[in-house]
């Protein structure tokens, strides 16, 4: 690794993840900040996932994408944030996600039927784009529903704080822990996987390991966040360094079958916006759906 990476790295370290944490700690209007963050996320991921499925398939336009992708987390946004202006909750419940998704299959479905000239790529066309939606806007909101954890914890006391930041960095330590061990001890285990030759067995065991040790912490600081057995939180922080791996490595695949290294530039260090939340992106619903299975606690 250059000076330059190296840099690039520790300026991620020092100054996106502060920045990550504050726009958790703003909790006003149901963390409206958060759930604008995420909107805005979502676009730049959709936009950067058109660049790279339309390498080998005609898609349709930019604009479009981006907003079919966009409208799911904006729905989820709308559902946690209007509470706070209205001082009463909504009537529906979260199937709203639901029907976000399902407006956003139906306008896909609808450009193809109406705006094709032919055919041969329709199959392709569609499922590129219903894939942009999905990826990188309906996983997203599991982010947004984690905000909605409010007032589960013992007492009643909101606890989406806690959450989020943990999850944040259980993702985090797993990334930097593969890094560390992967450059200190990977040398020679490398290329068990295809899809990304530099990764190590030892970067994988890092990772699992910074994940728990992530976990564990964020049990100490709020002790009120992970009750029970110490093993359900294990069992927590092992399927979320799996996720988050798989994550990265998914996103390895999308950019070799495009011919490209990064998905992005936005990111000093770390290239597009995609190469900065693959990991966040299929670790996020497993972590909600566990917390609520091992805790019992869903938004």
């Known amino acids: 690794m250059t000076a330059k990476q190296l840099i690039s790295r520790l300026s991620v370290f020092f100054i996106g993840v502060p920045l990550v944490l504050l726009i958790i700690f703003l909790p006003y209007y149901n963390h409206i900040v958060l759930q604008i963050c995420l909107c805005v996320v979502s676009g730049f991921a959709a936009s950067e996932l058109y660049d790279i499925f339309s390498v080998r398939t005609k898609l349709y336009s930019r604009v479009f ?25 909504f009537a529906v419940g979260e199937e709203v996600i639901t029907y976000a998704m399902i407006v956003s299959f139906l306008a896909v479905l609808c450009a193809e039927v109406l705006s094709a000239g032919s055919f041969e790529e329709s199959n392709a066309r569609m499922a590129a784009t219903l894939f942009t939606a999905v990826y990188a806007g309906y996983l997203l909101t599991f982010v947004s529903r984690m905000a909605g954890l409010r007032h589960q914890g013992a007492d009643g006391q909101d606890i989406a704080i806690p959450a989020i930041m943990v999850f944040i960095l259980m993702v985090f330590f797993c990334d930097s822990f593969a890094w560390l061990f992967g450059i200190l001890l990977g040398k020679n285990n490398r290329g068990v996987i295809k899809a990304s030759p530099n990764k190590s067995i030892a970067g994988f065991t890092g990772g699992f390991l910074g994940s728990i040790a992530a976990g564990f912490a964020g049990a100490y600081v709020f002790p009120g966040l992970f009750p029970g057995s110490p093993l359900k939180l294990i069992v927590l922080s092992l399927c979320i360094a799996f996720a988050a791996i798989v994550g990265d490595l998914a996103e390895s695949v999308f950019k070799r079958s495009a011919g490209i290294k990064d998905s992005g530039h936005i990111v000093p260090g770390r290239g597009g916006i995609l190469d900065s939340i693959d990991s966040i992106l299929m670790a996020a619903p497993v972590y909600y759906l566990l917390f609520a299975l091992l805790y019992g606690r869903l938004a």
């Open 65 to 89: 994408t981006v907003i079919c992708t966009m409208f799911i987390p904006l729905v989820a946004a709308v559902y946690e944030v209007a509470p706070a202006f209205t001082h009463s909750p």
